[in-house]
């Protein structure tokens, strides 16, 4: 296991080498000037090459990039170009309200999906099947942010009952585990949970089905197990499936979305980026992109080590 | 009577005294949803354009020229700020003096005097000074590159020259804010410390900032003048760049203030009981047209011609009636809109039988290509109304080909030059323009010598009689004889169709019922001191 664990862990070296270059590269090669935003109108020559060379893009491409990987390595993401505020103090609490929004749209779209699912392929051909199957296809086709829309004029502007943006009265400094402050957390936690909630039914329920099929089923039956215990062996056997697409669903999440947070004004990662796109604000961004990346990496390196628990064949692999 | 009759009673009178107090006592707070992404720079010059300027400039600092935006009624004109009266010297028109404001404190109890000036001035243009601020210096330069020098005289007077005589200075000052010297030495000479707890003279001091959520600021009860203390105890500013999360936080009560909403929401917002303000102010959008040899518009009867095709009418309609039609660079009423002898409105036969004069027929059509953004500040709603457009150039014989970018790459085009590499084969770029003092609405515009960047003449339009003129404004200090000049450069560019006028934005807000007092200045600056809610 160890080694395997070390085998792993040395492939996220070059992933994370790749991730950072492209980055890097796709960033730089977008058309427009990265200073445009805070340049003024009428800025003279002398402003934009002092700017440019205050920023380091006066150098070639792969210097800045070299003395930025460099930089990040120790920790120091740079300042933001809009702001100068220190780019790792912008993340951390951007990650950090990400991963609640996140872990909130999991645990509803885990438990809805995992219900459905298992619902769907006990029942496989029936009529059940067909409804929940029907309800797995709209939640993964629903665009979330216009879900986002749907909800916020049902239950914000025509019941008022839950608020429409934001994070508290106080924003999220003022953030309490409390209803007064969890409310705000609901409609965008719904919003985002739908899609996995629609993949985890479906991949659930083909897994659920095809394992009932299998021979050794109608062996524990034979053998008179009870349908409880009957559904912790299939529940296992689906498990390394199941866990392969909620890692890819839980990494998705928490690296927040881009219009559900800009919708709900939610100041996650999401809306971080969002604001650095169209502010071309390149550090925030490339620093942003890259911690998004390398939690992608790191949760996926943890569900394989956790299949690969449940089913010890992978490690073979 | 019975104890427990006497605590009924009691507990009925604390309750039903409670409504009438708490009114009393509770604070007042308008919340406002900002269209900007992130909260503007809060250490003195803010960031994100003019609702930067709206909203964290004239409310936590002042300049030493203020506007006066306490008419709904006329353009928004000069008054005296942190200075009380200025002078140009009558022999050397570089060198200005100002006299400051006697008794004005920064919010954290600090004296506001000439050092504090040159101070300031330091921190934005002497690069070597220890409180310059690169983020701030690049923020002014816009306003500040005409400055070559500034002076302490005595604690209440400054010099400050400018490098060619410049009429236009006052203007340029009135965006140039002041923060303390004191609250920067307090933290640690750290402008990041400085943005959480920034100290200026305006009526508005920040008591909290929280990064990319929100400001809060609240009343300055000692600002110096006692006409602009807000009325409202706390003003809380809140990035929302999603129009309709604007329009929904509105609507479920979470604000109540919203800057732009989308066309398409007026109606519901006005079934609501929400007030849908607006008014002219200083926005035009736009086409600013090439006039290099190999563009059509190089012949004026081509530029009417375009000017002529646009039914700005219907194009009023298609954006909800929230913008008038263009006329010009300035609307009509403004001091500056002069006599132009060029009608500019919907007249088709009128545009074909220009561009059949200059040469053109159905089948040799003009043949043009466009920059446009899909959004961008000031931009209204570009798409529709380019396509829009494009129809009614079709329509007399104009063949128009779009080049869609995002705004930031736009404006680097437009930043660049009709004649730059990038350029090549573009015939207009649409960028939404402010007109709100004399360089940009005209003198930088039309002068054959301001070319981009540092001016705003983008296709090289080049016309000897709007040189003169534009230098005559440049060099005449004063103000009477300098508006009388505007107006007849005005009417020049609109004679010779410098640009593309299409329509002037009305600015909408949307306020809840319960806002009060807000008068909407012809600016794109607003004052929300009298501002409160009820």
């Given at each position: 296991m160890l080694t395997y664990f070390l085998r792993r862990v040395l492939y996220t070296i070059p992933i994370a080498i790749g991730v950072s270059l492209v980055c890097f590269a796709l960033i730089h090669l977008a058309p427009g000037d990265p200073l445009s935003a805070v340049m003024p109108e009428g800025a003279s020559s002398e402003t934009i090459a002092s700017l440019r060379s205050f920023y380091g893009f006066d150098r070639p491409l792969a210097i800045q990039y070299l003395t930025w990987l460099t930089h990040v390595v120790t920790g120091d993401f740079g300042y933001s170009i809009m702001t100068r505020r220190a780019v790792l103090g912008e993340i951390g609490p951007a990650v950090f309200n990400s991963l609640m929004l996140g872990v909130a749209a999991v645990l509803i779209g885990f438990t809805v999906g995992l219900l459905l699912g298992l619902i769907a392929g006990y029942a496989a051909g029936s009529a059940r099947d067909r409804v929940v199957t029907s309800l797995a296809v709209a939640g993964v086709s629903v665009p979330h942010y216009w879900l986002g829309m749907v909800l916020i004029v049902i239950?914000?502007?025509?019941?008022?009952?839950?608020?429409?943006?934001?994070?508290g009265a106080g924003g999220s400094t003022n953030f309490a585990f409390d209803w007064e402050s969890l409310k705000y957390l609901v409609l965008p936690a719904i919003s985002l949970s739908v899609i996995p909630a629609g993949i985890i039914a479906r991949t659930v329920r083909g897994t659920v089905a095809e394992v009932l099929k299998q021979d050794f089923i109608q062996t524990l039956y034979a053998k008179g197990l009870s349908p409880r215990r009957i559904c912790l062996h299939v529940a296992k056997n689906a498990a390394p499936t199941v866990l392969a697409i909620i890692g890819l669903q839980l990494a998705q999440l928490l690296g927040g979305s881009i219009l559900v947070e800009t919708v709900f004004s939610w100041p996650g990662t999401g809306f971080l980026l969002n604001t650095a796109i169209f502010t071309r604000d390149l550090p925030v961004l490339q620093g942003t992109i890259l911690v998004l990346a390398m939690f992608f990496v790191f949760i996926n390196l943890i569900v394989d080590l956790i299949q690969s628990a449940f089913d010890p064949r992978i490690k073979r692999n | 009577m019975s104890s427990k009759l006497v605590r009924k009673l009691a507990l009925a009178v604390v309750l039903g005294t409670m409504p009438l107090a708490s009114p009393a006592l509770a604070e007042k707070v308008l919340r406002v949803a900002m269209t900007v992404a992130d909260v503007p720079l809060t250490t003195g010059q803010p960031s994100q354009g003019t609702e930067g300027l709206r909203f964290m400039g004239g409310t936590v600092y002042d300049g030493l020229v203020n506007w006066d935006?306490?008419?709904?009624?006329?353009a928004a004109a000069l008054v005296p700020g942190l200075a009380e009266s200025w002078t140009v010297d009558a022999a050397d028109k570089t060198k200005w003096l100002f006299k400051l404001r006697r008794g004005v404190k920064f919010h954290d109890g600090s004296d506001f005097n000439a050092d504090a000036v040159v101070w300031n001035f330091d921190k934005l243009l002497k690069r070597d000074a220890p409180q310059f601020d690169q983020a701030q210096s690049v923020q002014a330069s816009q306003d500040d590159g005409g400055i070559a020098s500034w002076a302490k005289i005595d604690d209440l007077t400054v010099e400050i020259r400018t490098k060619t005589p410049d009429s236009v200075l006052p203007y340029n000052l009135v965006n140039l804010f002041f923060s303390s010297p004191k609250r920067w030495e307090e933290l640690g000479h750290d402008w990041n410390k400085v943005a959480f707890q920034p100290s200026g003279t305006g009526p508005w001091k920040v008591d909290k900032f929280v990064p990319h959520e929100r400001v809060e600021l609240v009343r300055n009860?000692?600002?110096?003048n006692p006409k602009r203390i807000p009325k409202s105890d706390r003003l809380v500013l809140l990035p929302m760049p999603d129009p309709n999360t604007r329009v929904a936080a509105l609507l479920s009560g979470q604000v109540d203030w919203i800057e732009a909403p989308p066309p398409d929401a007026i109606p519901r917002l006005k079934q609501s009981g929400m007030n849908i303000v607006t008014n002219v102010y200083p926005h035009v959008w736009p086409f600013q047209i090439s006039l290099m040899?190999?563009?059509?518009?190089?012949?004026v009867r081509v530029r009417k011609a375009a000017n002529l095709a646009i039914d700005r009418d219907g194009l009023v309609k298609l954006l909800g009636g929230l913008a008038i039609p263009a006329k010009g660079m300035v609307y009509p009423g403004h001091p500056w809109f002069g006599k132009p002898s060029f009608d500019i409105r919907y007249d088709p036969e009128e545009a074909k039988r220009l561009l059949a004069e200059a040469g053109y027929s159905e089948k040799n059509p003009v043949k043009i290509k466009f920059v446009i953004a899909p959004?961008?500040?000031?931009?209204?709603?570009?798409l529709p109304m380019s396509e829009f457009i494009k129809e009614n150039f079709h329509d007399v014989g104009i063949e128009l080909e779009f080049v869609v970018m995002d705004w930031e790459a736009l404006r680097a085009r437009r930043r660049a030059g009709a004649w730059a590499p990038e350029n090549k084969g573009i015939d207009g770029v649409n960028n939404s323009w402010s007109f709100g003092d004399p360089d940009f609405a005209l003198i930088k515009a039309a002068a054959s010598y301001e070319p981009v960047p540092t001016g705003f003449n983008w296709g090289r339009y080049n016309d000897p009689k709007s040189d003169e003129l534009a230098r005559a404004a440049q060099t005449t200090f004063d103000p009477v004889e300098q508006t009388k000049i505007l107006a007849e450069l005005h009417s020049r560019i609109v004679d010779q169709a410098m640009w593309i006028w299409v329509v002037h934005d009305l600015g909408p807000r949307a306020l809840s019922p319960k806002v009060k007092g807000f008068v909407p200045a012809q600016s794109w600056l607003q004052d929300l001191t009298p501002v409160e809610i009820q």
């Open positions: 239950f914000a502007v025509n019941l008022g009952v839950l608020p429409a943006t934001g994070m | 935006l306490s008419s709904a009624d006329k009860a000692d600002y110096w040899d190999n563009s059509p518009f190089k012949d959004s961008g500040s000031g931009q209204m709603l570009p």
